[in-house]
């Protein structure tokens, strides 16, 4: 019953950056989450929430317990002592508001863990006390996971323990096209749901042979971290010596390998000034990977000069990969703070072939913006 209920309430990488912006300034959250799954990209959303915050990264597996407190020695009317100080790395001396990221919390010196979990509770180091709007939050790797991460119970009482859930395979196409990923990377994304699957949701390794899984022997395996390295080596394919071992030893071979079939269906693709210029006769490839690119390439391109011609172009295709772009182009995150992108969501919302399309597939895109 109790796993059933963690299970409920695993939490996204967006509400758990809005709980901590609530209780960060006086609780600290201890994000646990699938390896490679982004949990320190909390610090970005932060940021980007708080501008006149600063940023501090500290990864915890490089500290000792004297690496946190300095000795400084100090003389006081012919008395010797040492006061202790804190790492001017911490940020702490500069008074003012900050974003700690207490990384890799879990597989910590003890030592380190002990003094660390005392700065959650009284919020200074030293004589330094935190700036009062000081938002503060660690991470680390699930138990489950075999990476080290270990608490005792009194350590795990100090903080709030949340579980982060992966982000899907459709929110990661939406973090792509925000940030310009590759094409032919974000149409497997999409089109391979089981990438944003955690190793729990699945009985043996080989249910998944891309993911991590504890039981598993693969040296290498995809996480969303490493989907994102290869969608910069495939933009970068042409000055690489051998990109298909590049992607083996970042993603594993059963990912690079998937990828690469997506990689090798371009030849297939319509050009895009053969679509702006001929979209009612211009051609629509064959194999679904070429569909879903055609789409995927697109939602990276697509500008308000053109968009008659790609609606004329794109409702040519079966309706399953329109549905892809339709709830894509119609999310509240596609055009999220993008000036640009939003003018281009709004001129598709309003074009007659996309109402129309809309209005005869009810059941295949979601009426929510």
Not at 163 to 187: C, P, Q
Request: negative net charge.
């Amino acid at each position: 019953m109790t796993m059933n209920f963690e299970k409920q309430n695993r939490m996204s990488i967006d509400e758990i950056a809005n709980d901590i912006a609530v209780t960060g300034t006086y609780r600290t959250i201890y994000v646990q989450g699938d390896s490679g799954s982004g949990k320190t990209s909390i610090k970005h959303i932060l940021a980007k929430r708080f501008p006149k915050h600063q940023v501090v990264h500290c990864d915890l597996t490089n500290y000792d317990l004297g690496d946190l407190n300095l000795p400084a020695y100090k003389d006081m009317d012919g008395e010797e002592f040492i006061r202790f100080v804190a790492n001017e790395d911490l940020g702490l001396h500069l008074n003012k508001p900050l974003i700690i990221c207490w990384d890799e919390l879990g597989k910590a010196n003890n030592s380190v863990k002990n003094a660390v979990l005392r700065l959650f509770l009284e919020r200074k180091m030293g004589r330094h006390q935190y700036h009062k709007e000081t938002l503060q939050f660690a991470t680390g790797n699930l138990s489950a996971e075999n990476m080290g991460d270990l608490f005792l119970p009194h350590q795990r009482e100090r903080v709030t323990m949340v579980r982060m859930r992966k982000s899907s395979n459709t929110e990661h196409v939406e973090y792509g096209l925000k940030n310009d990923f590759d094409e032919a990377y974000l149409a497997w994304v999409a089109d391979t749901p089981i990438l944003g699957q955690s190793f729990d949701d699945i009985k043996k390794p080989e249910d998944n042979p891309y993911i991590y899984h504890p039981q598993s022997n693969a040296d290498k395996f995809f996480t969303w971290r490493g989907g994102e390295a290869a969608s910069n080596m495939l933009k970068d394919r042409d000055r690489l010596s051998n990109v298909t071992a590049m992607l083996g030893g970042t993603i594993g071979w059963a990912a690079a390998m998937d990828l690469m079939a997506y990689v090798n269906v371009r030849d297939d693709l319509a050009s895009l000034e053969d679509i702006k210029k001929n979209p009612e006769t211009a051609k629509v490839p064959n194999g679904a990977g070429a569909k879903m690119m055609s789409i995927m390439r697109a939602l990276l391109n697509l500008d308000v000069t053109w968009i008659d011609a790609w609606m004329k172009y794109a409702v040519r295709m079966d309706d399953q990969v329109m549905a892809m772009f339709v709830n894509t182009i119609k999310s509240a995150k596609f055009a999220e703070d993008d000036t640009k992108k939003a003018k281009v969501q709004a001129m598709v919302m309003s074009n007659k072939l996309f109402s129309e399309w809309c209005a005869n597939h009810p059941h295949l895109y979601s009426s929510d913006i």
